[in-house]
């Protein structure tokens, strides 16, 4: 008998926070967030909303008759599926096009990849730091998925005890994304899931719902089809490669969980299945993965899945036949091993596979990609309005120090050391001319400095090296003329024109890296400061990290 399946493409868009734990307890307080929403979570939902319309008449039907896959991201058509673990970049190029394509007005310059499944290249070992990737233009670009911690407070947390009232985050992705998935039925459920996704578009996903997670509205952009290309069409997912030959070549759009004869957990898909479905001999031949524990938590039993190795989405499974298949045996092949999921908890969107997809051979920065630009900032929020979540992350920012360190020594090294033939960056000058004991002086100087306090710099003539822009400043103004911004009363700096000193690159600059992502944590404005506060604050510590650098190397050497 001809098993029938129907395929309807669902969309969600999260108007609240979601919040689906990566380690399957939604219960712990500090627990990291997936960045997609699992098949097992779709279906949850999906039985939910049965129960509550009352057509979950058929059991055994509904849990085993319906599978939920996996929902990514969905952006302008095309669906952003896991990195493939056998595309890897260089390292020192993939650093040097990241920053080009996040300087203002820089190029997206593309990007070599390597394919480790065709040859072992010696200059590609690294992979990408992008978690998803869509195929745009014949051209991979990458997307990472906006999270953020929101604070909470309980009273129940130390029952009996003296201080009851206790803080706690959550990790959540932000409001915003959307999301597309499959949910395969067949002809048994076919009513009851029509049914359900017809007459619901309000959806309750994930933990912590009733603390303002996990709303999202959902939409079916087409009818269901019987015809899975159709439905990755719908999706956004680029068409295998049907042209016949000896190699197959799967990619684990999901986790797989697949066992061998022995009922043992192995990290491929075993060899007698594949022979099973296509009729002919074949073997293994490299795979590129990444292995993980499979875990989950069941709201309704109030308990764990049990945990099992599992190979992570995005990983690589090369296998060749013995003897190529022709046309015919290859779509048959193609057709059965992606139509339906393979493995075990397929109900739950496991062993969702893909048959010698066609990847570009580059990769291209998008200018919404970049870590540190300002277009993320939206993404934080806005503590500056309310003082208590103002005093809570200050206290958080005083246990982010060495973090803040690292960012400055990386701000004073990305500004020194440039590509050849490139003209040096003058956004941040200390000399290697410069001796030990002039760095020492300096680095004291802006040690004593403190905000808001007001007094008159003394110059000494004869240290030259202070005045001269070519040895120790910040975006064109030197050291002593450093010193007096710092201490000058609010208001004055923006004001010097009279005096021939314009401190409007210094703010200009000292106001972009503040108003990026890592800018906002480590430099957040406190209540009572003046408008300037965090810009001088900001600019003594970058200096004073430079300084430290070069005091070091004096050291070593």
């Given at each position: ?31 990291p ?23 979950f ?12 896959y ?71 670009t ?9 604070l ?120 007698e ?35 099992e ?71 934080w ?33 990305q ?51 202070r005045?001269?822009?070519d ?65 001088k ?14 005091h ?6």
């Amino acid at each position: 008998m001809c098993l029938v399946l129907y395929y309807q493409v669902i969309e969600f868009n999260n108007i609240e926070p979601l919040k689906i734990g990566a380690g399957g307890n939604n219960k712990q307080w500090a627990e990291p967030a997936k960045d997609y929403i699992p098949g097992s979570t779709i279906r949850g939902a999906v039985i939910s909303q049965m129960l509550r319309q009352g057509v979950f008449d058929n059991i055994p039907a509904i849990l085993q008759d319906m599978e939920c896959y996996n929902a990514y991201p969905y952006e302008s058509g095309k669906l952003y599926f896991p990195m493939p673990q056998h595309l890897r970049v260089n390292k020192h190029e993939y650093r040097r096009a990241k920053m080009k394509a996040a300087m203002p007005g820089g190029s997206n310059t593309p990007l070599e990849l390597y394919d480790l499944s065709v040859q072992n290249n010696e200059n590609g070992k690294n992979t990408p730091e992008f978690r998803y990737v869509a195929i745009k233009d014949d051209q991979l670009t990458g997307k990472t998925i906006g999270k953020s911690y929101r604070l909470h407070q309980s009273s129940s947390l130390n029952k009996g005890m003296k201080e009851k009232a206790n803080l706690f985050s959550y990790q959540a992705i932000e409001p915003g994304h959307i999301f597309r998935a499959i949910i395969a039925y067949q002809d048994s459920v076919k009513q009851q899931v029509e049914t359900v996704l017809k007459n619901t578009n309000s959806w309750y996903l994930g933990g912590s719902k009733g603390s303002g997670y996990g709303h999202c509205r959902s939409e079916l952009p087409v009818e269901a089809t019987v015809y899975y290309e159709d439905a990755k069409l719908n999706l956004g997912l680029p068409l295998a490669s049907c042209a016949s030959g000896s190699s197959l070549i799967l990619t684990c759009l999901s986790d797989a969980l697949f066992r061998n004869e022995y009922g043992q957990p192995v990290p491929y898909m075993p060899e007698e299945a594949i022979t099973e479905i296509c009729g002919h001999s074949v073997k293994r031949k490299s795979s590129f993965i990444d292995t993980g524990i499979t875990e989950g938590y069941n709201a309704t039993w109030r308990s764990r899945y049990p945990k099992e190795t599992t190979l992570k989405a995005g990983s690589i499974l090369t296998y060749t036949f013995d003897e190529p298949l022709d046309e015919r045996e290859w779509q048959r092949t193609t057709a059965i091993l992606e139509e339906r999921l393979n493995g075990l908890r397929t109900q739950d969107g496991f062993g969702w596979l893909a048959v010698n997809m066609d990847y570009p051979s580059q990769l291209i920065f998008k200018g919404d990609e970049q870590s540190d630009s300002a277009a993320t900032t939206q993404k934080w929020p806005d503590t500056r309005m309310n003082p208590q979540e103002a005093e809570v992350m200050r206290m958080i920012s005083k246990g982010l120090g060495d973090s803040r360190s690292r960012w400055l020594y990386l701000l004073c090294e990305q500004s020194w050391n440039t590509e050849e033939g490139q003209k040096p960056s003058r956004d941040i000058i200390i000399s290697d001319q410069l001796k030990r004991h002039q760095l020492g002086i300096m680095m004291d100087e802006l040690k004593d400095w403190k905000p808001n306090i007001n007094k008159r710099v003394v110059t000494d003539h004869k240290q030259a090296y202070r005045r001269d822009e070519d040895q120790c400043s910040v975006a064109g103004i030197s050291f002593d003329k450093i010193l007096e911004f710092l201490y000058r009363p609010e208001g004055e700096a923006k004001s010097s024109l009279t005096k021939n000193v314009d401190y409007s690159k210094l703010l200009a600059f000292a106001e972009h890296k503040l108003n990026t992502r890592k800018g906002l944590i480590y430099f957040d404005k406190k209540s009572s400061e003046a408008t300037e506060v965090p810009a001088k604050r900001f600019i003594a510590e970058l200096l004073l990290a430079g300084l430290q650098i070069r005091h070091r190397e004096r050291d070593i050497t």
